[in-house]
């Protein structure tokens, strides 16, 4: 067993002695709940040239899962969730793709430790490179200003907070030539009203960079989008 998946059982046995989708004990997440969540994979309209695709519903034990990843450190979920976005990604392009995560709040990355998206991110061009889709993750964005995160705002409030906050890196740009070929698909965690994907969309296209679409673990279902400002 590596160390990092050594660390993962312990962290697993002092935090979560039971699936976090139905508590039923001895693993984190069950047959049962793993196949509730690895159901479809769904298409959005975002009222953009690019499509957008969910790994699942953000929901029930979808819900669960990303919550005990993100918020309570339960890192064996990464697997799963990496092929969950994984899933989303090869539906959207089967060749050669660079995944483009969205820069954590500094708070929560403080509050975490570490970069949970980016985390899902490695493991789903992993899964995809496993079946011969070449895929690598960069990190082309950053916060030009960090408002800190939206919760309990609407969409259109959200969208108005969230405009002009993300830029691209641009010694990162000036590398991307060396991924030709590559298709760029931006990825998240979770997309709700998909304010912060527009906003990441809006500042890798200012910068020059051509996105083949979004993608994301999970959506949260019977959304309107685009948000409306
Ligand atoms: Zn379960």
């Known amino acids: 067993m590596s160390a990092g998946r050594l660390l993962d059982a312990c962290l697993d046995l002092v935090l979560s002695r039971a699936c976090v989708g139905c508590q039923v004990l001895g693993t984190s997440l069950c047959p049962t709940c793993w196949a509730a969540m690895n159901q479809q994979v769904d298409f959005h309209s975002m009222g953009s040239t690019w499509p957008v695709a969910t790994g699942s519903r953000y929901q029930d034990q979808t819900k669960a899962v990303i919550i005990a990843h993100k918020e309570h450190g339960v890192r064996s979920l990464t697997g799963p969730l990496g092929i969950l976005l994984a899933r989303a990604i090869a539906t959207l392009t ?3 793709t660079l995944l483009v995560t969205i820069p954590p709040h500094r708070r929560s990355l403080r509050s975490r430790g570490s970069d949970t998206t980016l985390q899902i991110a490695h493991r789903a ?6 079946v011969n889709q070449p895929s690598q993750v960069q990190q082309l964005l950053t916060r030009r200003i960090d408002n800190g ?3 309990g705002r609407s969409a259109a409030q ?3 907070a969230i405009a002009g906050t993300l830029e691209a890196r641009q010694k990162q740009i000036v590398n991307l030539q060396r991924f030709s070929g590559y298709r760029i698909i931006v990825v998240d965690d979770v997309i709700t009203t998909g304010a912060t994907t527009f906003e990441a969309v809006r500042a890798l296209e200012v910068a020059g960079v051509n996105i083949a679409g979004v993608a994301a673990v999970a959506g949260t279902p019977h959304r309107s989008w685009p948000p409306t400002p």
């Open 158 to 160: 959200r969208h108005s």
């Open 125 to 130: 061009a992993r899964a995809l490179s496993q």
């Open 94 to 96: 089967c060749g050669p």
């Open 149 to 151: 995160k939206q919760v």
